[in-house]
């Protein structure tokens, strides 16, 4: 039986996600219903990642179209299939506005396909979403749905625990760790070799922290110590801390459920820094609650920012509780606040400065997508540490999982590099009560 041909049709939510989209269907042919272009044309005013990716579809398509009219297809390029427009035209058979709602773009957009299906009888139409409710009234209507997959992590990798336990290393060599701070490798980490690599070292009772120093191919003691008044209590938070404060190590990814110290020991790690950077930058992206944009929100820029922003206060304010009211290091905090080398911010006000001299902390990174954090890394210039924290299980944004966000992305692509470090703080030190509601909730 002759395999049909494959014809991928595309919403707004996926060209927003991934601005290249259109071109990631090998020889298979693409299609956007025209309901898409209206949608691409309210989002291309702005200064968000999704206001960027609206304006690089508009400009693609239009350079695609030349003298064609794009209700024909027209070919890709070399090794790809062809692109047309879907007119708004309605299907003889099954109506999505008919059996939902008129007038609701995701049923004109279901529609399109239904049309494509009902005009190419020999083509296998299949409408690529990433929001999962319009995945689901589309099967409804016998219309084949997929995710956008590209990007996606594989889970099992992403749910691995960052540190691996060694054991029966010779005594002799748990002595020297311990008093020489350091051993040769000479192959005791075998296939678990990586670079920046976190590891338990044990021989029966004995046991050390460890990070494996790709450099000098050395494996070199971790010790529990206290940081900016701040003191690990577990190993994952000493690894966290080793990243965080290795100059070697220029971009880090802390993964970890809530109350897991992520980001306080970012924040402690780059307070105790602050005289290698002429700024620490403390971010993080804002999600819109109950889907009403942040111009809702009564008061002026700051009073609508407030409430974003107070978590990563609370995390600074429990630093500077650490120290009396006349101890340097507090003073030290205040002078950093005052002189605006220390600032904390959301994501978007930050959007398109040069990164150069600065210590970037972006919270909640797991509500960014690939291509936003693929953005961020490549505006650090000279001098730049930037480090990531999240838990890619609680996603705030509709269209993303935790295997599509730009936190997930990174993990799995930059692991083993000698510029990256990645840890995942497992175990919750808030409380016993948020231990509890983690576990068993």
């Known amino acids: 039986m002759a395999r049909k041909k494959k014809v991928f049709v595309l919403d707004t939510s996926v060209l927003l996600h991934d601005h290249q989209s259109i071109t990631s269907f090998s020889k298979n042919d693409v299609a956007i219903p025209i309901t898409v272009l209206e949608e691409l044309d309210k989002f291309k005013i702005g200064n968000d990642t999704k206001n960027f ?3 690089e579809v508009i400009r693609f398509i239009d350079k695609l179209s030349g003298s064609h009219s794009l209700q024909e297809w027209i070919p890709l390029g070399k090794g790809l299939g062809n692109f047309k427009v879907v007119l708004m035209s309605s299907p003889e058979g099954i109506n999505a506005e008919d059996i939902y709602a008129k007038g609701k773009n995701d049923h004109k957009i279901i529609n399109s396909a239904l049309f494509l299906k009902e005009q190419n009888p020999s083509y296998d139409v299949i409408l690529i979403t990433k929001d999962i409710n319009l995945r689901i009234k589309a099967k409804a209507l016998g219309i084949h749905a997929e995710d956008y997959e590209t990007g996606k992590v594989d889970n099992d990798e992403l749910n691995r625990s960052s540190v691996c336990t060694i054991e029966n290393v010779e005594s002799e060599e748990i002595r020297q760790i311990f008093t020489k701070g350091f051993i040769e490798e000479n192959g005791i980490l075998g296939n678990n070799k990586v670079a920046n690599g976190y590891y338990i070292l044990k021989n029966g009772t004995s046991s050390s922290l460890a990070v494996y120093n790709q450099f000098e191919d050395k494996i070199e003691r971790i010790e529990k110590e206290f940081v900016y008044g701040i003191k690990p209590k577990n190993a994952e938070q000493a690894f966290a801390f080793n990243a965080l404060l290795n100059k070697n190590v220029r971009l880090v990814a802390l993964q970890g459920v809530a109350g897991t110290g992520k980001t306080l020991l970012a924040l402690a790690s780059a307070l105790e820094q602050h005289k290698q950077f002429h700024q620490i930058i403390l971010a993080r992206p804002i999600v819109p609650l109950s889907n009403k944009e942040i111009g809702f929100l009564p008061g002026d820029a700051n009073d609508k920012i407030g409430p974003y922003m107070e978590p990563l206060w609370d995390n600074l304010k429990f630093i500077k509780s650490q120290f009396g009211e006349n101890e340097k290091k507090r003073k030290a905090i205040v002078e950093l606040e005052e002189s605006g080398k220390f600032i904390i911010t959301p994501l978007a006000f930050i959007r398109g400065r040069s990164l150069s001299n600065i210590m970037f902390i972006i919270d909640e990174a797991q509500n960014l997508t690939p291509h936003e954090v693929k953005t961020i890394i490549t505006r650090a210039g ?10 890619v ?14 936190l997930a992305y990174l993990v799995d692509k930059l692991k083993g590099q000698p510029l990256f470090a990645h840890v995942v703080l497992e175990k919750g030190e808030r409380s016993e009560l948020a231990n509890l509601a983690n576990e068993l909730l």
């Open 53 to 55: 990716s609206a304006r």
């Open 382 to 391: 000279d001098n730049t540490k930037i480090v990531f924290t999240g838990d």
């Open 393 to 406: 299980h609680q996603i705030d944004t509709p269209y993303l999982d935790e295997n599509s966000n730009g």
